[in-house]
């Protein structure tokens, strides 16, 4: 099978294009499953904290329309690609037992879990660190990815890459980012939660690269060892980036001992092999 469990709709706010190309894109990519996991606004946090916190998703009743539409077009679509309806949800220290009774208002397949900014150092998305030496948020990154698999809440870790794409890598000779990734994963590992591939991270480590090595191929020789399960996306913000680079990812992950990843209905997990060629 080829899926696609990562992909935003303009419910979002920041993605391009009607959802129906979403999907007719992802059918000539020849995907089985298309997983659309917009984000969830932080509109349940309190006043204050909604006054400092950066902000993208659907409020509740954008979440309606959402989840109404694909489910119409799931219908529309059913001989020929497989819909599933899923949300990103940030993960906030304090906050698990709100977030946790409004994903259980709405009939999703699958949860995604991420990490956009650490409120410690300031309720804005990570790229917009003003810090010289960013080993303490490196350090709060990851201990945050584990408290966000051990929650409970989500079915996959998305983009555990994040930090290193848009935060500066830690200059100090002292910090060691490596163990950091193999205990997010050996955590996730620990707490039956997925975690995600995604394109972006592949991408990135193809154009980029640091002086101690190679942390996506690091991530993924985790991943391997600790033999977790796997949701794979493209977090496609645009029709034409619908399972984008999948031919070189695929082949790559392959290479790596990786040919399984998760499908979720009503999140329950299977695992199908990878399609290749």
């Keep these: 099978m080829l899926v696609d469990y990562h992909v935003h709709t303009p419910y979002c706010g920041h993605a391009q294009g009607k959802i129906i190309d979403y ?39 954008a979440c309606s329309r959402y989840f109404e539409e694909l489910a119409g ?4 679509y059913n001989d020929r690609i497989a819909i599933k309806i ?16 409004l994903i259980e208002k709405f009939p999703c397949d ?52 994040f930090i290193w794409r848009y935060v500066k890598w830690p200059k100090r000779k002292s910090i060691d980012v490596y163990p950091m990734i193999h205990d997010a994963v050996s955590c996730a590992a620990k707490n039956d939660c997925c975690i995600e591939i995604n394109a972006n991270g592949y991408l990135w480590s193809q154009l980029y690269t640091i002086r101690q090595g190679d942390p996506f191929a690091y991530m993924i020789k985790s991943i391997n060892e600790e033999n ?50």
Excluded at 73 to 76: A, G, Q, S
Aim: charged share 25%.
């Design 23 to 61: 999907i007719e894109s992802g059918i000539a990519a020849g995907l089985s499953e298309i997983g659309f996991a917009d984000h969830l606004g932080r509109y349940y946090l309190s006043r204050s904290q909604k006054r400092r916190y950066w902000d993208w998703g659907m409020d509740e009743k």
């Design 110 to 161: 699958f949860i995604l879990g991420s990490i956009h900014c650490l409120p410690e150092f300031g309720w804005r998305h990570l790229a917009e660190t003003s810090l010289n030496d960013t080993s303490v948020m490196y350090a709060a990154y990851f201990t945050q990815a584990c408290e966000c698999v051990k929650s409970g809440l989500f079915n996959s870790l998305a983009h555990l890459d």
């Design 86 to 101: 899923g949300m990103e949800v940030d993960f906030i220290a304090g906050a698990e037992d709100i977030a946790g009774q």
């Design 73 to 76: 077009l799931r219908d529309v």
């Design 228 to 277: 977790v399960a796997v949701t794979i996306g493209s977090d496609a913000h645009s029709p034409s980036h619908v399972a984008k680079l999948f031919p070189q990812l695929i082949e790559y992950l392959g290479t790596e001992g990786i040919r399984q990843v998760e499908v979720l209905t009503k999140k329950k997990r299977k695992s199908v092999t990878l399609k290749t060629g």
